[in-house]
């Protein structure tokens, strides 16, 4: 089998470890302005993505710079939709500035985990990126709400995994509250990761075995270590044949 997966980082968020991310991932996920970064941010962060041949896409947030966009706060569907538009519409221009076409979208934070449990939300964000952009491929956990809206809307959508973070039974993240939230060894990810392609399947902390398909693989760029445990991750990858590239957008007709 020959296996392909994209490894994604959020970068532009002031951790100060985008270049060496930049060397090492396929895919950047600029902050957007509404949990971290903002205009001069993003257009470095797209510039120099752009110079290391990595796709970019906008991460887009709840507006909640004091919690980094990852605290879940009440908000309407009208609501993520007019803050989903208004962020990528400023990431596109920004892009289009520095002669580069985004490739994709993935939410941040508490927007993303809500978004995959509820399909009201997950709508708001899906209706948003077709209106701006169609092309434009949706980054969500497999079989998610998230996931499901983008497909009804008709967009191209890249399941979604997390190296660094454990799975609950139910598929989704253990909650960063827990001690047990992050994964740190680099290569019991890569082992995971490739059961993941190879089987389908992830093992969560309760021991049960998870189904789900891994498209394009996230590891958090202000984690402590994030560099080494990417550049860990992705060797380990490519020495067992793994091609790690950005996902290609399907344009129909």
């Known amino acids: 089998m020959n296996l392909r997966v994209d490894l994604n980082a959020d970068l ?11 060397e090492l991932v396929t895919s950047a996920n600029v902050a957007t302005g509404f949990h971290a970064g903002d205009a001069d941010t993003m257009r470095a962060a797209v510039s120099a993505a752009r110079a290391r041949g990595v796709a970019v896409g906008a991460h887009p947030s709840l507006f ?29 221009a920004i892009a289009d500035a520095a002669g580069v076409r985004p490739n ?8 993303y985990n809500m978004a995959a449990r509820d399909k009201t939300l997950a709508g708001a ?14 980054f969500a956990p497999d079989n998610s709400a998230l996931a499901h809206a983008g497909e009804s809307h008709g967009l191209q959508i890249a399941r979604e995994v997390f190296a660094d973070r454990n799975y609950l039974s139910d598929g989704s993240l253990v909650p960063r ?14 082992a995971r990761v490739l059961r993941m392609l190879n089987e389908g399947k992830v093992r969560s902390v ?9 498209e394009t693989i996230c590891v958090h760029g202000d984690t402590p270590g994030a560099v080494e445990f990417a550049r860990v991750l992705r060797s380990e990858l490519e ?13 129909p007709g």
């Open 64 to 92: 909640d710079r004091e919690n980094f966009g990852r605290k879940e706060l009440p908000i309407t569907p009208d609501e993520v939709f007019d803050a989903v538009t208004y962020q990528l519409g400023i990431f596109q």
């Open 125 to 138: 964000i899906a209706r948003a990126t077709k209106i701006v952009d169609s092309s434009l491929i949706l």
């Open 206 to 214: 309760d021991g049960v075995d998870v189904a789900l398909r891994a």
């Open 104 to 111: 994709h979208i993935k939410p941040h934070g508490a927007l």
């Open 12 to 22: 532009g968020e002031g951790a100060g470890q985008d270049d060496e991310l930049l």
């Open 177 to 190: 509250t827990r001690l047990d939230a992050l994964l740190h060894d680099p290569e019991e990810a890569a």
């Open 239 to 251: 020495k067992q044949g793994v091609t790690v590239s950005a996902p290609e957008r399907q344009f």
